[in-house]
C-alpha cells in the first residue's frame, strides 16, 4: 500500500441535495450530493455523538492514510438549513436542521459490500488496520459491526467516529497512552500480525504528521462543547489541536501496553 500525499486542507464542497438516509449507520450518516458532482456520505454535526465524532473521524481517517491504509477521502460539506426545510422525513430534516453549516462529507464508494471474514484479506493490510486500531483505541471494528468495506476487492476502512475516546473526558493522558486494547473484539484478529508492522507504521506518525492532520479539523469543532461542559477540556481549538498531538504522542510510546 502506497500513502498519498496529505493534503493542507479538506476540499469544501456545498452539498445540493439530500438523497437518502443511511439508516444501518448509528448517526444517521445520509447520502448527499454537492456541486462537485460528488456523492458523499455525510457525517452531521447535529448527531447524537457531537462534534467529537468528526474530530475522531478526520483525525483517524488521516492517520490511517499515511500508514498507507484505505480510506475514503474527505471533504468539509455546507449544507444549508433550505435542504433540510425541503425533507420530508421529520427525523431526518430535524438532523439537517440542528446540523446546518460545516459537516463532514466521505467520499461514497459505490458498490462496496460489508467486509466478511470469509473473505481473503492480505496479512499486511490486516496488521495495519490491528495497528491503528489499537493505537487510536477503536472499539468499533467487531464481527457484528466491522466498519470495513470491500470496494474494487480492496479492504477500506471507514467509521471512526468512536476512536479517541479521552476527548470525551480528559482523564490524565497516560491513562489513556497506557490503557490495552482488546484485541479478541476485533473482526481481524489472527488475519494479521500488528507487532509485527509497529516499528514501520509508528515511524510515519510523527508529531509533525499529527499536528498537520489536527490542523485539517475545523476550529468550530474542537472549541469546548457547551452541550458536554468539562472542566478538563482544553479552552481553545488550538490548545485542543496541542492537546490531541500530546495523548496520541503519549499513546504512540507506550506501545508496549496496547500492542502486547
Ligand atoms: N464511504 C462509504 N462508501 C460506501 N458506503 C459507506 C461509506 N461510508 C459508510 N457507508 C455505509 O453506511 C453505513 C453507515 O456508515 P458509518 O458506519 O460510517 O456510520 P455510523 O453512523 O458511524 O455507524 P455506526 O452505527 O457503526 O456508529 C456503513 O456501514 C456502510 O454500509
Ligand atoms: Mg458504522
Given at each position: 500500500m502506497t500513502a498519498p500525499i496529505r493534503p493542507d486542507r479538506l476540499p469544501s464542497v456545498t452539498a445540493t441535495t439530500y438523497l437518502l438516509p443511511l439508516r444501518e449507520g448509528g448517526s444517521l450518516p445520509g447520502l448527499m450530493e454537492a456541486d462537485d458532482?460528488?456523492?458523499?456520505?455525510?457525517?452531521?454535526t447535529g448527531a447524537g455523538q457531537g462534534p467529537r465524532a468528526l474530530v475522531a473521524e478526520i483525525v483517524v481517517a488521516e492517520i490511517a492514510r499515511a500508514v498507507g491504509i484505505r480510506t475514503p477521502e474527505l471533504a468539509l460539506i455546507e449544507?444549508?438549513?433550505?435542504?433540510g426545510r425541503r425533507e420530508a422525513d421529520d427525523e431526518v430534516q430535524q438532523l439537517l436542521l440542528t446540523s446546518a453549516g460545516t459537516n463532514l462529507a466521505v467520499d461514497f464508494l459505490p458498490g462496496a459490500i460489508g467486509f466478511d471474514p470469509a473473505l481473503v484479506v492480505p496479512p499486511e493490510d490486516a496488521a495495519a488496520v490491528l495497528w491503528l486500531d489499537a493505537f487510536v483505541a477503536n472499539v468499533d471494528r467487531s464481527a457484528r459491526n466491522t466498519n470495513l468495506l470491500l470496494w474494487h476487492r480492496d479492504l477500506w476502512a471507514i467509521d471512526h467516529g468512536a476512536c479517541l475516546r479521552f476527548h470525551h473526558a480528559w482523564s490524565d493522558v497516560d491513562a489513556?497512552?497506557?490503557s490495552p486494547y482488546r484485541f479478541d473484539d476485533h473482526v481481524l484478529q489472527g488475519l494479521?500480525?500488528?507487532?509485527?508492522?509497529?516499528?514501520?507504521?509508528?515511524?510515519l506518525v510523527t508529531d509533525d504528521l499529527l499536528a498537520g492532520v489536527l490542523d485539517l479539523v475545523p476550529d468550530a469543532w474542537l472549541a469546548p462543547d457547551p452541550d458536554r461542559p468539562d472542566p478538563r477540556a482544553p479552552?481553545?481549538?488550538a490548545t485542543a489541536?496541542?492537546?490531541?498531538?500530546s495523548y496520541l504522542s503519549a499513546r504512540l510510546d507506550a506501545a508496549g501496553s496496547w500492542l502486547s
Amino acid at each position: 500500500m502506497t500513502a498519498p500525499i496529505r493534503p493542507d486542507r479538506l476540499p469544501s464542497v456545498t452539498a445540493t441535495t439530500y438523497l437518502l438516509p443511511l439508516r444501518e449507520g448509528g448517526s444517521l450518516p445520509g447520502l448527499m450530493e454537492a456541486d462537485d458532482l460528488g456523492t458523499y456520505v455525510v457525517k452531521f454535526t447535529g448527531a447524537g455523538q457531537g462534534p467529537r465524532a468528526l474530530v475522531a473521524e478526520i483525525v483517524v481517517a488521516e492517520i490511517a492514510r499515511a500508514v498507507g491504509i484505505r480510506t475514503p477521502e474527505l471533504a468539509l460539506i455546507e449544507v444549508s438549513s433550505e435542504i433540510g426545510r425541503r425533507e420530508a422525513d421529520d427525523e431526518v430534516q430535524q438532523l439537517l436542521l440542528t446540523s446546518a453549516g460545516t459537516n463532514l462529507a466521505v467520499d461514497f464508494l459505490p458498490g462496496a459490500i460489508g467486509f466478511d471474514p470469509a473473505l481473503v484479506v492480505p496479512p499486511e493490510d490486516a496488521a495495519a488496520v490491528l495497528w491503528l486500531d489499537a493505537f487510536v483505541a477503536n472499539v468499533d471494528r467487531s464481527a457484528r459491526n466491522t466498519n470495513l468495506l470491500l470496494w474494487h476487492r480492496d479492504l477500506w476502512a471507514i467509521d471512526h467516529g468512536a476512536c479517541l475516546r479521552f476527548h470525551h473526558a480528559w482523564s490524565d493522558v497516560d491513562a489513556f497512552a497506557g490503557s490495552p486494547y482488546r484485541f479478541d473484539d476485533h473482526v481481524l484478529q489472527g488475519l494479521g500480525d500488528p507487532r509485527a508492522v509497529h516499528e514501520e507504521l509508528a515511524a510515519l506518525v510523527t508529531d509533525d504528521l499529527l499536528a498537520g492532520v489536527l490542523d485539517l479539523v475545523p476550529d468550530a469543532w474542537l472549541a469546548p462543547d457547551p452541550d458536554r461542559p468539562d472542566p478538563r477540556a482544553p479552552g481553545s481549538a488550538a490548545t485542543a489541536r496541542d492537546a490531541y498531538v500530546s495523548y496520541l504522542s503519549a499513546r504512540l510510546d507506550a506501545a508496549g501496553s496496547w500492542l502486547s
